[in-house]
C-alpha cells in the first residue's frame, strides 16, 4: 500500500496520508484509526490528481471494444484508454473486471482520440451527465460498486 508518513517532511500542497484503504478520498470510509490530512488543495480534481501520484497507482494502458474497457488486472489503477480500432472518437459505456470498491483513474491516450464516458446503467456518472476526455490531461475517478456499476469519486477538464 502506498502512502506518506505524516511524520515526514514535505512541502505545501500535497496529499499527506496514512494506511489508506480502497476509496481515499471517501472520508466516511475510513477506520476510526486512519485519517487523511489534505493540506492547501483547494477543489477536489486537484486531490485526485495529486493523490494518484502519492498513491502510485500502477499505469495500464487498454482499448475499448464494443464500448466497454475490459480489464485485465484487476486492482486499483491509473488507465490510459485508446479507441477501439484507432477511431477518432469512442464511448466508454462499461467496465468489466473490477472487483467491487476497487477504484481506477481514467484518462484518453491522446486529444485526437476522444473517449466520452457515457452515464448509464453500468456507469453512473455525477449529475447524470456523460464526460467527454478530449485532452491527455482530462481525467475521471470511478469506484467499482456492486452488479459491476461504476459511481463517479471526481473528474477534470483540462483543455
Do not use: W
Amino acid at each position: 500500500m502506498a502512502y506518506v508518513d505524516t511524520g515526514a517532511a514535505i512541502a505545501d500542497d500535497t496529499v499527506v496520508l496514512r494506511e489508506l484503504k480502497a476509496s481515499p478520498l471517501n472520508k466516511g470510509e475510513f477506520d476510526s484509526s486512519l485519517q487523511v490530512i489534505v493540506d492547501a488543495l483547494n477543489d477536489l480534481d486537484t486531490r485526485v490528481i495529486a493523490a494518484s501520484s502519492v498513491f502510485g497507482l500502477p499505469e495500464t494502458t487498454e482499448t475499448l471494444a464494443s464500448e466497454v474497457l475490459a480489464l485485465s488486472n484487476d486492482y486499483s489503477q491509473n488507465c490510459i484508454v485508446d479507441t477501439e480500432g484507432g477511431a477518432a472518437t469512442d464511448t466508454l459505456s462499461r467496465i468489466a473486471g473490477l472487483t467491487e470498491t476497487l477504484v481506477i483513474l481514467i484518462q484518453a491516450t491522446s486529444a485526437s482520440r476522444v473517449i466520452t464516458v457515457e452515464h448509464g446503467t453500468y456507469l453512473r456518472l455525477a449529475s447524470g451527465r456523460s464526460f467527454i476526455l478530449n485532452s491527455a490531461y482530462d481525467s475521471i475517478f470511478l469506484r467499482m460498486g456492486a452488479s459491476g456499476v461504476c459511481t463517479e469519486i471526481s473528474r477534470s477538464s483540462n483543455q
